[in-house]
């Protein structure tokens, strides 16, 4: 139990903590970054379902606000994912003994799977780790330093190491999904869809290429679920008109937070009964 408290105490102090953080001083700059935009128009007002056409003053200004916010916190929010999802292939593949070259697949196939099936969905391009390579770069490093650090440490790799950074790399995926499918103005449900099918198929494709029944699919553990009401905060915030950054927060929040806890009080959804 000591060591699992550690293990989520280190989880939040590297992800949750810079957010936090973020979040209290990140208004002064969402303020200037709107007044720089405040050339922006648009006749298109995203409506609860559907996008329309009208001179929607209330919706085009949300549209406003999640398009000059975005830019700079996305990017820390793929970052942060980008590197979650990795470290969480690094330690499958580790507990797999797989070779080196087997590592930097199983994490990049874990860090960039669900972002690049969100952006194929969304006719996106280029690929978000195309367009900002300095994900590949830090990908790239991290394999090298884990492998390094566990050769010399003989770090015992077990299923609940994997867990903590999976549940951090879903959540914040899952918000970068459903911000970047608002900007496409598609309807909400495809929204908050497509912000699960980027926080879970990173995933998916890790265990599968570890000859595993995917988690998502098998841990009676709440796991696309979580995604799920993290989706749909994220837009129910939106449709509030909350701030971006309140909405790309607590979507993280309520996503990564329900996995943990998930985890932590080994709750398990109805098994499926032949």
């Known amino acids: ?21 973020l979040a209290l001083f990140y208004p002064a700059v969402l303020q200037a970054s709107v007044e720089s935009t405040a050339g ?36 820390l929010v793929e970052l942060a994912g980008t590197i979650s999802f990795a470290l969480s292939g690094l330690l499958e593949a580790a507990r797999k003994r797989l070779d080196a070259v087997g590592v930097c697949v199983v994490a990049f196939l874990a860090a960039f799977g669900g972002g690049t099936l969100r952006d194929l969905l969304l006719d996106r391009r280029p690929f978000f780790w195309v367009q900002h390579v300095e994900l590949l770069w830090a990908v790239m490093a991290l394999c090298i330093l884990a492998m390094l650090f566990m050769r010399q440490h003989h770090f015992k790799v077990t299923q609940k190491a994997i867990e903590w950074p ?15 499918a608002l900007i496409a103005q ?35 553990r709440p ?18 008109d909350a701030p971006g950054w309140v909405a790309l927060v607590a979507c993280v929040i309520v ?16 098994a499926w009964q032949v």
């Open 186 to 220: 598609v309807p909400l449900l495809v929204a908050v869809l497509l912000g699960v099918i980027t926080g879970v198929f990173g995933g998916v494709l890790r265990d599968m290429v570890c000859n595993e029944v995917p988690t998502a699919f098998s841990d009676h």
């Open 223 to 240: 796991y696309a679920v979580c995604a799920f009401a993290g989706g749909w905060t994220y837009a129910g915030l939106w449709w509030l």
């Open 40 to 75: 922006f128009s648009s006749t298109t007002c995203i409506s609860f379902g559907y996008a329309k056409t009208a001179g929607c003053n209330h919706n085009s200004r949300m549209l406003v606000d999640i398009q000059s916010w975005g830019e700079t916190l996305r990017l």
């Open 1 to 21: 139990m000591g060591r699992q408290w550690f293990c989520l105490f280190i989880a939040v102090r590297t992800y949750i903590t810079p957010l936090l953080c």
């Open 255 to 270: 996503a990564a937070g329900l996995r943990i806890v998930a985890l932590w009080r080994n709750w398990e959804l109805p």
């Open 166 to 180: 999976d549940a951090l790399g879903m959540g914040l995926f899952t918000a970068s999904g459903v911000h970047l």
